[in-house]
C-alpha cells in the first residue's frame, strides 16, 4: 500500500508550484533584438510541472487520533491507514475515512411480550466501535443505522426469551406442562439484569460482525410493565410479597412455639395433656402472628357465691 507522511507531500507539491511559475516565466523570454519570444515547449514544461503539484496536492489527507482511511483504486480495495497525521498516498486513490471512535445508541422503549406473553417496555444503551473499517464501508450501506436496527431486532429477541418475573413464570408452568421445564431454566428480565445484559451483548457481537462494529458495552436502562396491565401487576407484586412476609412470620412463629414449648416442659417437668398443649400453641401463634397488639385474657377459676 503506498502511503506515506503527507508533510513530504506538501514539500515536494510547493517544489513544483515554484518550478511551474518559474518555468512559465522563463516562457516568456527576450530574443536577440530586444523583443518578446514565446517558447512553446518551456511553457508545456510548465505545465507539467503544475499537474504533477496539483496531484501532489490531491494525494493529501489528514486522519484524527481513532480515525481509519479506507483506500480504493477504481473500485478495487487497497488497504487501510491508521495512522494519525498528515498523509499522502497515490493521487488516484480514493480516501474514505472511517472514526472508530467509541459511540453509543440509545434506542426507544420498545413493547414487546415477554416469555409468558405479558406486553412490556423494554429499552437499552449500547455502546459500540467499529473496528474492521473495510468491512463497515463494503459491507453496510449505512453501518450506523444497521446498529440500530440490529439492537432493536436484538432486544425483542432477549426481552421474548425471558419473563419479566421468574415468580410469575413458575406460577405459569404450574399451569403449562410444557412451559415448565423453560420456565424453570430461564431468567427473569427484572432480577437476572447482569445474566440478561450479557447475553444481550453476546448476541450484538455476533450480529454485528458482519458489519466490522463490536459492542464494548450495554445495559437495559428501562424495564416495566406495559400501561394498560402495570396497575393490575403492581397489585399481584404487592399480593406477593405480604403472602411472602406472612410465610416468613408464620415460619418464624412455630419455631418460637416449638422452643417455648420444649423449655418449658424441660424447665418445670409440667406435661401437659394434647388438649392443653393445643390450647397453649394456638394462644401463642395468635399473639405472635397476629399484626396487632393482642390483649391477654387471664382465666382466674369459677368465682362460687
Known amino acids: 500500500m503506498l502511503v506515506g507522511s503527507g508533510y513530504v507531500a506538501v514539500l515536494l507539491a510547493l517544489v513544483f508550484f515554484v518550478l511551474a511559475g518559474w518555468t512559465l516565466y522563463d516562457a516568456f523570454s527576450n530574443d536577440a533584438h530586444g523583443g518578446l519570444h514565446?517558447?512553446?515547449?518551456?511553457?508545456?514544461?510548465a505545465l507539467g510541472c503544475f499537474v504533477i503539484a496539483v496531484l501532489f496536492?490531491?494525494?493529501?489527507?489528514?486522519?484524527?487520533?481513532?480515525?481509519?482511511?479506507?483506500?480504493?483504486?477504481?473500485?478495487?480495495?487497497?488497504?487501510?491507514?491508521?495512522?494519525?497525521?498528515?498523509?499522502?498516498?497515490?493521487?488516484?486513490?480514493?480516501?474514505?475515512k472511517v472514526s472508530q471512535r467509541v459511540r453509543y445508541h440509545e434506542g426507544e422503549k420498545l413493547k414487546v411480550?415477554?416469555?409468558?406473553?405479558?406486553?412490556?417496555?423494554?429499552?437499552a444503551?449500547?455502546?459500540?466501535r467499529?473496528?474492521?473499517?473495510?468491512?463497515?464501508?463494503?459491507?453496510i450501506n449505512n453501518y450506523v443505522d444497521?446498529?440500530?436496527?440490529?439492537?432493536?431486532?436484538?432486544?425483542?429477541?432477549?426481552?421474548?426469551?425471558h419473563p419479566y418475573d421468574f415468580d410469575e413464570a413458575a406460577a405459569h408452568a404450574s399451569r403449562d406442562e410444557d412451559t415448565r421445564s423453560a420456565a424453570a431454566r430461564t431468567l427473569?428480565?427484572?432480577?437476572?439484569?447482569?445474566?440478561?445484559?450479557n447475553e444481550l451483548i453476546a448476541e450484538l457481537r455476533e450480529r454485528l460482525e458482519v458489519a466490522g462494529v463490536t459492542i464494548d458495552e450495554a445495559w437495559i436502562n428501562h424495564l416495566a410493565y406495559a400501561p394498560e396491565i402495570a396497575p393490575v401487576m403492581l397489585r399481584r407484586q404487592q399480593a406477593s410479597a405480604v403472602i411472602a412476609a406472612r410465610k416468613?412470620?408464620?415460619s418464624g412463629a412455630v419455631d418460637i412455639v416449638k422452643d417455648a414449648l420444649e423449655k418449658l416442659t424441660a424447665a418445670t417437668d409440667i406435661e401437659l395433656d394434647p388438649e392443653r398443649k393445643a390450647a397453649m400453641v394456638s394462644n401463642l401463634l395468635v399473639v405472635l402472628v397476629s399484626d396487632k397488639d393482642a390483649t391477654p385474657v387471664v382465666n382466674t377459676g369459677t368465682l362460687y357465691a
Open 188 to 197: 427473569s428480565l427484572r432480577e437476572s439484569g447482569d445474566q440478561v445484559t
Open 38 to 45: 514565446f517558447s512553446f515547449a518551456t511553457a508545456l514544461g
Open 57 to 96: 496536492t490531491a494525494s493529501i489527507y489528514s486522519l484524527q487520533p481513532n480515525e481509519s482511511a479506507v483506500l480504493t483504486l477504481f473500485g478495487s480495495y487497497v488497504g487501510t491507514d491508521s495512522t494519525p497525521g498528515l498523509r499522502a498516498t497515490v493521487p488516484f486513490f480514493k480516501v474514505q
Open 113 to 123: 411480550n415477554d416469555l409468558i406473553g405479558n406486553p412490556i417496555e423494554i429499552g
Open 130 to 139: 467499529v473496528n474492521d473499517c473495510a468491512k463497515a464501508i463494503f459491507q
Open 125 to 128: 444503551v449500547v455502546v459500540w
Open 248 to 250: 416468613l412470620v408464620v
Open 146 to 161: 444497521f446498529v440500530g436496527a440490529q439492537t432493536e431486532s436484538a432486544l425483542r429477541h432477549i426481552a421474548g426469551r
